[in-house]
């Protein structure tokens, strides 16, 4: 039997921001499909984002022909290009069929009032470089790194959910995935798990990951970019709701601004 802590229903009394937030990364990515020709896509979202001061990669992937890309799933939604900041902490990634928004970095993320601000231009000039946009799936995911020093958690066990085969509880590295629908078309998928099974680059002492991302449901569409960015405020919502869930909170009242 595995018990995880729920999503906890959106509450105004959440906190807005915390002193030392565990944001390693926070992204947005939108799949969409368009009648555009495939270099048209390409060429017209550069050009946005090269406007914005952001500098060109040729990503790997890229020397795949497209042909082959487009016939594979796991492959027809992945940037081709990426465009980065000059602080190297903001990118945007693109592909024929999808377009996503990057914060990287420990202590980068700004804020959800200053990070919308560039989403929402990257959203609107999605739209505008694009004829017959349809979107058809977006996901606003948040990668966050507990740092025992930082966050005052020692242990992924720490935190606020409960995990046991038949009656024995699990005290040991864990990595544990479970899945809420809330709202009509918001799922999200809070994925837990201790250091040694998270790859990439992480803080040091980190504790634990919590990885939190709401995505659509599987019928969704969109031409509106006001819609889309409905969407992205809500899910966000449910993203905070969902994180706080699982911090103690004797923790929280430690990090709240």
Request: net charge negative; charged share 25%.
């Amino acid at each position: 039997m595995l018990m995880a802590a729920p999503v906890a229903p959106t509450d105004q009394t959440l906190p807005a921001k915390l002193i030392d937030d565990a944001i390693v990364e926070a992204l947005c990515h939108l799949q969409f499909t368009s009648g555009d020709l495939q270099e048209v896509i390409i060429g017209r979202i550069s050009d946005f984002a090269v406007k914005r001061g952001f500098f060109p990669e040729r990503l790997p992937i890229a020397d795949i022909p497209a042909p082959i890309r487009n016939a594979d799933p796991s492959l027809r939604f992945q940037p081709t290009i990426q465009f980065r900041s000059k602080s190297n902490t903001h990118l945007i990634r693109i592909g024929e069929n999808a377009i996503s928004f990057h914060v990287t970095g420990v202590k980068q993320y700004p804020g959800w009032e200053e990070f919308k601000k560039p989403l929402k231009d990257v959203v609107e000039g999605l739209f505008k470089a694009i004829e017959n946009v349809v979107v058809e799936k977006i996901a606003l995911r948040y990668i966050n790194a507990i740092v025992r020093e930082r966050h005052f958690i020692d242990d992924i066990h720490q935190l606020e959910f409960e995990a046991r085969v038949g009656k024995v509880a699990l005290d040991g590295p864990i990595n544990l995935n479970y899945v809420t629908q809330v709202g009509g078309d918001h799922i999200v998928t809070t994925r837990l798990a201790h250091s040694k099974f998270v790859q990439g680059s992480l803080p040091p002492n980190t504790s634990a990951v919590i990885d939190v991302e709401v995505t659509t449901i599987e019928k969704f569409s969109s031409k509106d970019p006001v819609e889309v960015l409905l969407w992205v405020e809500k899910a966000h919502n449910f993203e905070k709701s969902a994180f706080f869930a699982l911090i103690p909170g004797a923790v929280l009242n430690k990090l709240k601004e």
